[in-house]
């Protein structure tokens, strides 16, 4: 159907006709939609819609036997790779999170896992390792507060580490005593005997150098 | 301070993984490492996407048998499909236990660890096998403070996984997250400080020559390792 469509959308499209010679527009890819597989998935997940899914099928299973018969070389195999994708497709719609990644990233997935696991199987016994235990399919726990965030912060202090080093040992003093052990403008200078105006300054001298040297390695 | 993992596995390791092409040992050692590692979480995710896009725009195979396709679908759709919506499973976190420690284990080896042999102990090492196929080889190694692994080289491919705590050689210091491979070639000898011991996961290929015969007698470290 969703050929058909394509072709007569083609055939009165006189605009079409006047722009590419015949040829190319009978070979050109059918027009997806952004967002026909990830509305068509939500259809299935919802109201098991069997027109939805008949419309990814179409699409999906001749190039999943495609890429089959590539990993495969047999058509049997490749076949059944393709009905255990699109057999997990139709039940686990419910499964898809569109924020996660698109409908072909997530039919990827299952077609590698499924492959995986009939590889696997053949070979060794059960038990042994298997797709889900290799694949969390992007479902990492966003574990004890922003990870990423938690990462970044490392990363940037390692890179700065080197740069820190390298600061004049007054204005090192200064922004070990600020930064590392977290004391008041006002303790340092008590601390050190120095004026409070000599901490601050020391303080955005230090930055500065820091900014500037890690736009430096920034590239 | 945690630490931020610094030795990833090379990007075709990463491309092959989420093909799904590398052996499934192998695979597993990179899983763990992207459960620890948010920077290969990313670096996976558009290595999906990436495949996810190859796949939409795969040439279509045309040498079809009609009925083939058009029975799949019948048959798929008489099924009953999955209902509710997506509940993210809570990771009930997994831990092992040995010499008195607890440790937390990732994800990815979650399920296998539950299948784990016993704990060997030799000196400040012990060793436990996880289910894994028959040429390669796949353990926890714990070592204990102030351990020094015997120097040894390796029949075959080694990678090391550091899980927990800290392990030094002679090219560098590993934490969790850092993933080593050596080669035949590499001679090493791993060693942990004396305030820090450490978790692995290590996965050995077969030394195919010497698996048999007197030759394994000559080296009774190696059945205790490998």
Redesign the interface.
């Known amino acids: 159907m969703l050929e058909s469509t394509v072709l007569s959308g083609h055939h009165d499209n006189s605009r079409a006709k006047t722009r590419m010679p015949d040829r190319m527009t009978i070979s050109a890819e059918p027009n997806?939609r952004t967002g026909q597989?990830e509305d068509a998935l939500t259809y299935?997940?919802v109201n098991?819609d069997?027109a939805a899914?008949?419309e990814l099928?179409?699409y999906?299973?001749?190039?999943?036997?495609?890429?089959g018969?590539k990993m495969f070389g047999n058509e049997q195999q490749?076949?059944e790779m393709?009905?255990d994708t699109?057999?997990n497709v139709?039940?686990?719609?419910?499964?898809?999170?569109a924020s996660r990644?698109?409908?072909?990233?997530?039919?990827?997935?299952i077609?590698?896992?499924v492959?995986?696991d009939m590889l696997?199987k053949k070979?060794?016994?059960k038990?042994?390792?298997s797709?889900?235990?290799?694949?969390?399919d992007?479902?990492?726990?966003e574990q004890e507060g922003s990870?990423?965030e938690?990462?970044e912060t490392?990363?940037m202090?390692?890179k700065l580490a080197p740069h820190f080093d390298a600061l004049p040992p007054a204005q090192r003093m200064v922004m070990q005593k600020v930064y590392l052990e977290e004391k008041s403008h006002q303790e340092v200078s008590d601390e050190l005997g120095i004026p409070l105006g000599t901490v601050k300054s020391r303080i955005r001298l230090a930055l500065d150098r820091l900014r500037e040297a890690l736009d430096d390695t920034r590239s | 301070?945690?630490h931020?993992v610094k030795f990833h596995p090379g990007m075709m390791l990463m491309e092959q993984?989420?093909?799904?092409t590398l052996s499934?040992?192998v695979?597993?050692a990179v899983?763990t490492h992207?459960?620890l590692c948010?920077?290969c979480?990313?670096l996976c995710?558009d290595l999906?996407?990436d495949?996810?896009?190859?796949?939409?725009k795969?040439?279509?195979?045309?040498n079809?048998n009609a009925d083939?396709?058009a029975q799949?679908?019948e048959?798929?759709?008489a099924?009953?499909?999955?209902?509710?919506?997506?509940a993210?499973?809570q990771?009930e976190s997994v831990t092992v236990n040995v010499n008195g420690r607890e440790f937390r284990i990732p994800?990815?080896?979650s399920?296998?660890v539950t299948?784990q042999s016993k704990w060997l102990q030799l000196g400040g090492i012990a060793t436990a096998k996880l289910?894994?196929?028959?040429k390669t080889h796949?353990s926890l190694l714990y070592i204990d403070k102030g351990t020094e692994v015997p120097n040894h080289s390796h029949l075959g491919m080694e990678m090391t996984l550091v899980l927990s705590g800290r392990i030094y050689d002679e090219s560098g210091e590993y934490g969790a997250g850092d993933l080593l491979i050596n080669s035949p070639d590499d001679t090493h000898t791993p060693h942990t400080r004396a305030d820090e011991d450490c978790l692995c996961l290590s996965v050995l290929s077969a030394p195919l020559k010497f698996n048999k015969g007197l030759v394994r007698l000559l080296n009774p470290l190696q059945q205790f390792f490998y």
């Open positions: 997806i597989w299935v997940a098991a069997k899914y008949a099928f179409s999906f299973a001749p190039r999943l036997k495609a890429f018969m490749a076949l393709v009905q699109m057999l139709w039940k686990k719609a419910n499964l898809f999170d990644g698109c409908a072909s990233t997530w039919i990827f997935t077609a590698r896992n492959r995986f696997r070979q060794s016994r038990d042994d390792i797709a889900d235990d290799l694949w969390a992007g479902d990492y726990p990870t990423t938690q990462w490392m990363l202090s390692e | 301070m945690t931020a993984y989420v093909e799904g499934a040992e695979a597993l899983a992207i459960d948010p920077h979480q990313h995710q999906h996407n495949q996810g896009s190859q796949l939409a795969l040439a279509p195979e045309t079809n083939d396709f799949m679908l048959f798929i759709t099924q009953q499909p999955n209902t509710g919506s997506h993210p499973k990771q994800r990815a080896l399920r296998l299948q289910p894994a196929g028959e796949v």
